[in-house]
């Protein structure tokens, strides 16, 4: 009976976040009260309030609900090649950045007068750098070391740029051109680095 409860409350939670990310791309943050989410997700209202006690609160959900954080740096890292294994997992969060381009846009644009999506856009950008450090290391001999933190951070802030002006669809082209640029440069310095050592 327990388990049937449960199921029933990630499905309503679900409902709710899925009402929200729509309402809120269509209509805007502001414009949408929580009364309308709760009607499209066919939910009480109250019950909307029980998940999230501040309607800033989805927000949040909604960058923790992006799928890209569940990468496995396993499943991209080819050993000894840092360039192809960053390639791949450049690919791997393009291909989850391009999953919901509503959300994608929404989020950034509310960083800008929210601060608890900004605060969760920063957590995520945390764990990206974790991620392209776990793909470098892993694809690096574990007896050498290079500056991995300085280019896991600099590959993420391209990555962050790269992502929060992709809904300018004039501009994705020349920012693949860009990424690619980016990632060979610091592939080539993490090499170099190697050779010295």
Request: proline share 3%; net charge negative; hydrophobic share 45%.
């Amino acid at each position: 009976m327990r388990r049937g409860q449960d199921g029933e409350d990630t499905s309503a939670r679900e409902r709710i976040l899925t009402a929200a990310e729509n309402l809120f791309s269509e209509s805007g943050f502001e414009a949408t009260p929580t009364s309308r989410i709760a009607e499209l997700a066919g939910v009480p209202k109250g019950l909307v309030h029980y998940y999230f006690r501040r309607k800033a609160d989805l927000l949040v959900a909604l960058v923790d609900r992006l799928p890209d954080q569940d990468i496995r740096p396993e499943h991209v890292v080819l050993a000894g090649d840092v360039a192809t294994s960053l390639r791949r997992l450049l690919a791997e969060l393009d291909r989850w950045q391009e999953s919901s381009p509503l959300l994608r846009s929404l989020l950034w644009r509310e960083a800008d007068t929210h601060h608890v999506v900004r605060e969760a856009l920063q957590r995520r950008f945390r764990r990206l750098v974790e991620l392209i450090r776990e793909v470098i290391s892993a694809a690096y001999d574990p007896a050498v070391r290079s500056d991995v933190d300085s280019a896991a951070e600099l590959l993420a802030l391209a990555v962050s740029y790269q992502h929060s002006i992709a809904r300018h669809a004039s501009d994705v082209e020349q920012g693949r051109v860009r990424m690619e640029r980016e990632l060979s440069f610091i592939a080539d310095a993490l090499t170099l680095g190697a050779g010295a050592d």
